[in-house]
């Protein structure tokens, strides 16, 4: 394993600590996103997200239960490839950390908090970041390299 895939899923902890004071900072002293004026490209508001992805209004027992779900799918991911694809291992592993930091929030407050008001309409946080970033990763790493592709083809001739 590569040592920077090591510390990878200790950067995303840290960074989901991070994310965790500025959600208690945005309960405490930002302003609703609702109370904004004109917010411009990018603002710091609270919003309170009780759906999923594009506040997608679900249940929570229902969004915890797909949670678990998707949590245990990247969890066998992670096991699945910590030997023989460990890019797609630490992938995984990101993706779960992310969700962890917004699950925290749903047992927690019954909501999401997200902070980052982009272009007055879409709220994200720093654990949102982070999926993000996990899933391309992993749909990078599922991916052969260039090199075995040329080698793959050339074997088949």
Known sequence: MRPSNRLIPLIALLIILIDGWFKSLALTHFPADSTLMDPGIFALAVHHNYGIAFNIPLKLPFILLVSLLLGAVLMHVVWVNRHKNTDLWAAALL?????????????AYGFTVDYLLLFGRSAINLSDIVILCGIIWMLLASRPHLGEEILLTETKK
């Not at 993706?95 to 047992?107: A, E, M, P, S, W």
């Open 95 to 107: 993706t779960v950390i992310g969700g962890l930091g917004n699950i925290y929030d749903r047992i």
